[in-house]
């Protein structure tokens, strides 16, 4: 990827994910692919720069594993309930290893009787048509567990984005309005184009359709082709208005949780992610979309191994989301770390 800065914006020329440009894999380093090392047992909790005293409570364990996942939420104390739960993921592009797998996850998701949901991508890649996608859903092992729902399969539906700087409409999977609730079910990690993927990322990229994919990445410009050259605050605040329009659908029909581990600086999107060369943090949840993505930067940020993490996030503006996302009433940057470990 290269990033030009002009005039003070940033602006996307080429992307290393998503099946368009793979760079080439990164040397090995000593964190595998199943590391249970976690840096949490040296990050103070003190220095999590936006944990303060407040009403947005953040949940947290270093425990990466099936009970884990269980014990976050459960103590959010909102039930994922419904004839029809839907569970977001990325299914991971074909080549790559990080994203969520069905050890981890399968149980969880059972156990609230969730659909896996996922929408295609619009730029190429092993799952930009509906028939490419479920084979690497498959292949992934999703339905080894649940029913997957590609939810754009029939095309989009649309809802409006109030008072967006950037957008008019929101643009998902036309299966969307199927659901009762959505768990917002993420693998936290860095990003080629947002600097960082989180909860904001999954529903405003990966709960829209390839249509509404190229409406947010154009900041509203259009939604028939890829643009690529869209001034990088732009694309980050048209993620913010996007997941805004949904979660403000949704109402309390939602929860997030998140997982960090294999912290790369690349997506599951890309076929051929760097190694990640920091160690594994834990799983966080919320019921606020910008809390969580906040206290997963600020674990990255007081991680001593972090480094090439936060020089990802910084070179693409990544917080620029989180600053619009509170400023239009998305969520709040400010939480309060509650360790489940204590």
Known sequence: MRIMKKTGVFFITAVLCCGIISAAPAKKSAVTANASASSSAWIDNAQLAHNKAGS???????D??????????????????????AVKVSTGEA??????????????????????????????GSRS????HRQVAKDHGFTSFANVDIMDEDGSVSIPVQNGRHLKEAMLGKNWTKYDFYVILSHFKGHAMGGFGGAIKNIAIGMSSAAGKMNVHSAGRT??????????????????EDTKAVTDKLGSRVLYVS???????D??????????????IGIVASLDPVAIDQACVDFIYASPDGKSLIERMESRNGVHTLEYGEQIGLGSRTYTLVNLDK
């Open 95 to 124: 080549g790559g290893n990080n994203y969520l797998h069905a050890s981890l996850i399968g149980d969880f998701v059972k156990s609230i009787h969730g659909t896996i949901v996922e929408c295609n991508t619009a730029y190429g």
């Open 259 to 265: 997982v960090m581990n294999r912290l790369s600086v």
């Open 267 to 280: 997506c599951d999107c890309d076929s051929h992610p760097a190694e990640p060369d920091m160690h594994d």
């Open 223 to 240: 939604s028939k082709r890829f643009v690529w050259q869209t001034p990088q605050n732009d694309f980050l605040e048209s993620m913010a």
């Open 129 to 132: 048509t509906t028939a490419m």
């Open 64 to 85: 990466i594993s099936p009970a884990g996942i269980q014990k976050v939420y459960v103590a959010l104390g909102r039930k994922a309930e419904g004839k029809n739960v």
């Open 56 to 62: 947005v409570k953040v949940y947290f364990t270093k």
